[in-house]
């Protein structure tokens, strides 16, 4: 049973930053991309960022690129995401989501690309 735990998130204030961590069990992990994304009060939920298996490629939301950093540790089955200069519109729930394809990655945004997902951690940045 596959199972993405988020943790990391909290209460943060504008410009702050946070490094969430995504812990996966249940699979080969280095066998799949991995993405963020996040869903705001009202809103779709969004693709944020992605990394290949081996870490070697990351993709991003034009939204949160040059400030978010994805990375990887294979060796801890873990996924993080550096956040920095946050802003009030970064306040979401924000998710990790297991690529579907086992040696396959192009950091799709599609949803429907990701077959596991963790339950969240929310992130609140305050103005």
């Known amino acids: 049973q596959v199972q993405l735990v988020e943790s990391g998130g909290g209460l943060v204030q504008t410009g702050g930053s946070l490094k969430l961590s995504c812990a996966a069990s249940?699979?080969?992990?280095?066998?799949?991309?991995v993405a963020w994304f996040r869903q705001a009060p009202g809103k779709e939920r969004e693709f944020v960022a992605g990394?290949?298996?081996?870490?070697?490629?990351?993709y991003y939301a034009k939204s949160v690129k040059g400030r978010f950093t994805i990375s990887r540790d294979n060796a801890k089955n873990t996924v993080y995401l550096e956040m920095n200069s946050l802003q009030p519109e970064d306040t979401a729930v924000y998710y990790c989501?297991?690529?579907?394809?086992?040696?396959?990655?192009?950091?799709?945004?599609?949803?429907?690309?990701?077959?596991?997902w963790g339950t969240g951690t929310q992130v609140t940045v305050s103005s």
């Open positions: 989501a297991r690529g579907s394809s086992r040696g396959y990655y192009s950091g799709s945004s599609q949803r429907y690309e990701y077959a596991d």
């Open positions: 249940g699979l080969t992990f280095s066998n799949y991309g």
């Open positions: 990394i290949n298996m081996r870490g070697s490629s990351t």
